[in-house]
C-alpha cells in the first residue's frame, strides 16, 4: 500500500526558513509527479508546487515562486519542499501529494495524500 509521510513542519518568524521532506513508499516514485498543496484554517486545499517524474521540471503557484523550491530524490524515495523567506500567510498544514501527472501547480486529479505537517509562520 502506498505512503506518504511529511515531516519539517514547526514555528518559525517571519523571514525565516524550513525545508519540509515527504518519505514515499509502497510505490515507484520515479513513476510519478509528486506535489506539495496547503491547507489554512478555514480555506480549501491550494495546490503550491509540482514537479514531473519524466524531466524534474517544477511548477509554483504565485503565492510561492521564488520563495519555495521543491525537489525529488527517487534514490531515497523522498521528496523536499524548501521554503525561505516565510510570511505568516504562509501558515497551513502542508501536504505531500502523489500525482500521475502536474497540471501546473494545482492539484492534480486523483491525488494520493499524506497526512500532512502544520507550519506556522508567526512572531
Known amino acids: 500500500q502506498a505512503q506518504l509521510v511529511e515531516s519539517g513542519g514547526g514555528l518559525v518568524q517571519p523571514g525565516g526558513s524550513l525545508r519540509l521532506s515527504c518519505v514515499t513508499s509502497?510505490?515507484?516514485?520515479?513513476?510519478?509527479?509528486m506535489g506539495w498543496a496547503r491547507q489554512a484554517p478555514g480555506r480549501e486545499r491550494e495546490g503550491i508546487s509540482c514537479i514531473t517524474h519524466h524531466d524534474g521540471t517544477t511548477h509554483y503557484a504565485d503565492s510561492v515562486k521564488g520563495r519555495f523550491t521543491i525537489s525529488r530524490d527517487n534514490a531515497k524515495n523522498t521528496v523536499y519542499l524548501q521554503m525561505d523567506d516565510l510570511k505568516p500567510e504562509d501558515t497551513a498544514v502542508y501536504f505531500c501529494?502523489?500525482?500521475?501527472?502536474?497540471?501546473?501547480?494545482?492539484?492534480?486529479?486523483?491525488?494520493?495524500w499524506g497526512q500532512g505537517t502544520q507550519v506556522t509562520v508567526s512572531s
Open positions: 509502497g510505490f515507484s516514485l520515479d513513476l510519478y509527479a
Open positions: 501529494a502523489r500525482y500521475y501527472y502536474c497540471t501546473g501547480s494545482a492539484i492534480a486529479p486523483s491525488a494520493y
